[in-house]
């Protein structure tokens, strides 16, 4: 049975495939009786699924986030989410101990990422920099980007709101970038480095705020300090260790680090005060709530015009209604 | 004497040329001596203007909102602002009456205006709607384009705080659609035709609600109704009588102008509920507040690192520091 | 068994009775059984009702919303709401095809609605226009009243919190009016026949903003357009049809209809700058709180000096105490 | 000459008539000459005025506030606001003493207060009371009108933004308390009793908040208690007084009283849980907020078809613009 | 088996001691099985428990909020939050009744308290007061501790969030008075008695705000007064009654208790305007804030580096981490 | 003559002694003649002061910021704000040059400082590191305080709300070092040393922030990056120079720094997620909101019972009134 996507999954199918453990929980029903609730997923997202008293004696486990796993069950919705309902469950590992066939079994299907491939990605941005900076902020940036690749290849781009996967700090921050090399070319009166190399920079604190990209959560430095701060000092350092000659351009790069939340209540020490600063904000806050509403109108049930409530945009969304003719074959 | 701009004038010099009337009061001191409180502007900004009692005497005037003034007299700073006491000041109309020579009498210095071309504008607005809408969105926005050419050539871009001025709701426009049109390239999920309509009629309402291109005042349906209403039903009227065929593209577009402020708090009587709208709503904010920028830039004393405090963005702006040396011909 | 209130009932009654299908969900427990979660009203109220696995195997079905169905149960408390456990359910339409008796059948009883006659507050809220308002306002307020009778008749006040039920914008509108002829009475000073029309018009884009008065959901132009700005329109139109021969009366008139909503944060895109639109906002404001109070409180367990916390209101309410002795027939 | 009233007086017009002298000031002008900066008022209205060094030589003086003077000048407008040019200035009692005429001084005309005959407002008020509340609350509130007649026919409304004069507090609370009479009609189903009496009582302890009803000014008690729990404090106590019956009634009516700024930020310790105390909170928005609408507008100069921007309000007003035919002798 | 403190109990282990019902509610299951909820506790905090159906016919009860009993169970982890599984229960009375052995059974282990002898903490207050004041102030507050000892000493210091416990309102004050006290030391330009007076009666209202110090319940007029004018009266009245000869002294002393919540929009009907007042707003908020995140860290399960979100403090805590060897011994 | 204090001067008196300038500024009275605007200050304050055109004949100065100036001339009260109409002044340098005797000239009494003696207050907060903290906080702290000395003894404590002068910082530190010694009797289980070092360094990157001491002013850096990760760079540099021992520790003492504002639309871009860090937040708000008060009530003039209007405290304070018979020889 071949591999069905987590965000294609429809209601009442059967399942017959592979995930990867996300998260589990022991409970106990209403009777007293335990079962195992899971969090499953594959690369294009993740669902719950239970098993109950009856499977779990047959299929006791034990399972461990990181594990993957081979299931068969039904999908049902519960309080308007999919879950599956596991007829059967065991990880790969002991299957192949036994010596079981693992028809379809592909790792590559099972992990949450950036859909673009990542090594693109980062040669876009990379040249980005290297084509459209000079001296020295052009060091500046490549040297950090260099001294960072591995964290910034991986890092996620947010704890669960907005690219909350592995690649997601690279796709966020070259979509970032690309923007602003585009908006440069309406505002031609704003220094294009400085936009451009805090367009690169502005996040790089997130390597430091949040850890494992497969379930990204945040560390105590990202609860304690947070990303802003991290990332301007890692930016103040490299400076230091390259003795960058220009301390007000340095200043102004700095400055939209700090800035780039737009507006201290929402995390800025400071409020942008020069145009550069302003427009980094506004396409930093353009790519998240863009990528927000993407995430969850992909997840919204087909059901109905609009989607359900999102949380941090406190508003439903619109899925479109009919198409005019012309446009028969695709879809929005 | 050549024209020095309004915008280029320092504290304590000589002025000897032509202005635009565009206010006039007439006041008392606390000695009870009656003196004239003027404004006096060209095309690159407005000044406050002072006719002492004794130079009244001799130069009686009267003077009129609109009168071309040849004006002598000399700059000083005022509570942080620069003011010209006049020594001499009557209208051109008089002065060629009485046969007088005007040289460097120049009516298009005058006009605060756009600095672009607004043809050249118009023309860059009209064809990327031609070039990049088909039917029925093209025939829309062209049909609104057409039928409201003169006043959109015109019209301001608001009252006060950005592009108050002749032909600035045309810059606002092409610089917003412009933009428009490189965002997408970053976001080729989004509907093109509905991100580049929404663009290019988002502020088509403002020809309603402002009046005076040279000395922006609301119209009372402005005060009472608003630009966002007022234009929607243009929008919608003229979709009426095209009987365009697509209800729900129609109604999503609809829903960009409505929304396009981005919160209720803001004036919009409904928030973005597309990424369409979503777009729409920033590239319109990143336009008007760079604007903001760049005006309270220019219009700041040169002394200093900051700017005075602005009342609207509610904070100084820094005007820039040294420079690094391969910059050193240009910009900023 | 007569019928028993949906606003009456009590927790551990039996019930033995008719209701209408509001709401149908197949779920699954967590023994994987499914049952069925219904909500089943009556003109009174609409309430929580269980159909578990072993009825469901006796009675299943298929039920949908609209459906009249005979019901057997009990009622029960859960987390604080009454909801029904059924041992018995099938619609009357099958009953009826098997010549069963249905005693007490009452489709009347079953639909809910505003408690008054409709008709009544229709003809109470038609005869205030045409008694108390003169040419132009009078022929515009007849007008949109005719052309809309059908519909304003049925549509419902609010989605959710206040009047949500059929005739509940009837309701709502007959007591603002009602009100506003009142309150003229206080304030002489202002401009009678304005409040009037205003107050009788200001929803009346609810008729284009919420479908099905049964069980009100926004339509999509309600969503992304908003009743106000609908309602607006349809005035509009109605004037031009009408050649309303007085601009600024209208202008006030139309100012009324988009600021009521008294704030922008509320949804009005311009905030009331006239005395008749202020009055004529906290006329609505008035009526639609205390509706919600009412619902609130009447929805209320009778345990306890204080409802629950309401979620719009954001408190809790007093359901009052003891009564002095005078007062001990009747009222609140 | 007639007096003019102060609030139809016009610019640039000659003034030789009698004023109250509201508040004094010395200063002196930059070229360090003294002058007379003074508040002359008349039943009507209050505006500025100002005796110049040279007119203060022949008219020494002294002023003080509460003084009547005779008074010729000039109006002329500074800064969109009126004052006056004194030319003469001298007190009613040194022109007696010096045996002057005094051809058409009468006190009458020069106190700001109430347009209303306060005893026939007190007299409506009391009757409203003992023709509509019984006992106890009848009492309760005759008692509290009893005691404090003298004051409640005095006080002001407010210190500055409505109702800002002698009879001001009973001028609004008697449009309070024929408003809640009025809209009883509409809403049976509350307790009357408690809206009425909430109504007459709700501001009674502005009479400990201001003092000075002629220029009202907060006491001490009034700006560390404030007048809410003043008043509250007094009902308590007249409850307590008369043995008040009936705790839970006297609860709900202390409530309305605590909760009728309808919110914790406007002052109130509580905001609103019942629908009586819903009602009169309303009430007095609307009677406190068209005066302030009413004042600004009679106080607005007639260009133009909006007033200055209100501070209280954040908003300009509309001044209405033509009038249909029908209406052409009245009016607004 | 020694009683475990609900305080430190961990999941899955057996349970089987005495506690103090709290709270007892009949529920069904979705299988329509009825079983209890109960929440039990002892001195050091309250926990959920259930009844399923199985057990519930072998201990049939009844139960009710205030019984002890006896039971035996395990605990599991459900959402995050421990509870029991009920083996066994009955409560000590009817196992007195018929002669069982009640082994460990002690009441003083089962109450829910300050952790600190509240006579001790009288006593220091008390002391506080009586040395640290003079005439007038120390009569008053001397007065009004004599008078209201009792409630004072059993009080809970809020319905839910801070001290809500018996002799939470003494423990709170104590520290608050203590605070004070050590806080002048600092300050000593402020009226030391008004901020000690102050700190001593801020919250003496809540004695009437808050009943049933074992399980805080606002009372009707705690809803619908509050204890800030609750307590401003009792002030108020025993000064009266002590005929305290200073009245402007009493004014800032009444002011600081109207205050002490620091602004508006937290209820106090009237803001800090002095020294005194600032420093006992901001002492009682130190105090009731530090509580708060005391109970947070103290009900944190022991995974993790953060606590889990607080509703009111709207964040999670950090728990601390690693400590450095010569902290070994102890705290935090 | 001997030197009066400008926080003791009165209106209408004489003035005849030696100022420090503090600002300078050349304007036009509106007759076109030219005179200065200064800004005179002593050790206790700062006034206007006026040089009319008279006067500047004779006195021509000129006059720069940083001058001794010899003044005579005569208070007034202008705009409810004291300034001195000049009738001589000069330079001290100028009258040195000419022989002329200083009679009274005391730089000491003219430069606004800190009313404490510096070194004191250095030794106090030196000592207070040195006996209450232990290696390695102990160490990190003297680090800092040694490395920084001169800069904290001259640092002011703000640009103008509350210590804006000499020494102001160290005042400030040490008084918020102090009361958090104080408040740690009060919550023992806090980690003493954390709260203690916390209160020393919370402000520390003010010494970046702010230049000129003598009339602070933000740095392009205090503008663009602020005190709050000005300070906590200086502490993690200091610590990786130290190489600190303990990370955790480390990281909280950070996290107090960065988040002393206590709120994100404060300008901390974290909030405060530790007791210790929750209790020096206070203690800095306390220290500056009392300091802002002094000085409001130490500036106001002495007629009336409450101040003008606080621009940052939002509202007016109260001065206290009548004292009771046993505290007549001192206080407040």
Known sequence: MAHQLVSQLKKDVQVHQFFLVRQVEERTTKDGKPFLALRLG?????????????????????????????????????????????????????????????????????????PHDREE?????????????????????????????????????AQLYHHPYLGGLLEHTWSVARHAFQSLSIY???NAEL????????????????????????????????????????????????????PDLLLQLE???LSHHGALEFGSPVEPKTREAMLVYYLDEIDSKLKMMDQHLESA???????????VLKRVLYKGGERPPEESGGQD
């Not at 502005?202 to 609860?223: F, M, N, S, V």
């Not at 049930?301 to 949380?311: A, I, K, Q, W």
């Open 301 to 311: 049930p087909p059901e109905g015009d609009f989607t359900g409530y999102h949380r």
């Open 121 to 157: 990605l980062w040669q876009e941005l990379y040249s980005l920099a290297q084509g459209h900076l000079t001296p020295p902020l052009q060091g500046l940036v490549l040297g950090l980007l260099d001294k960072h690749r591995e964290e910034i290849l991986s890092a996620p781009g």
């Open 255 to 257: 400055h939209i680090i």
């Open 42 to 114: 594959d690369k294009s997202g993740v669902l719950e699924a239970r098993v109950w008293n009856e499977v779990l004696k047959k299929c006791p486990g034990p399972f461990a986030t990181g594990d993957y796993v081979a299931v068969q069950g039904r999908t049902e919705s519960y309080q308007g989410e999919l879950q599956i309902i596991v007829s059967f469950i065991d990880t790969v590992e002991r299957l192949q101990a036994r010596g079981r066939k693992l028809e379809g079994f592909d790792p590559a299907l099972l992990h949450l990422a950036t």
């Open 188 to 190: 031609p009166g704003l």
């Open 195 to 246: 936009v451009l190399a805090g367009a690169i920079l502005h996040d790089l604190g997130k390597i430091k705020e949040l850890a494992q990209p497969q379930a990204p959560e945040r560390t105590p430095a990202g609860h304690l300090l947070g990303h802003i701060v991290l990332g301007w000092e890692m930016v103040r350092e490299e400076a230091r260790n390259q003795e960058f000659p220009h």
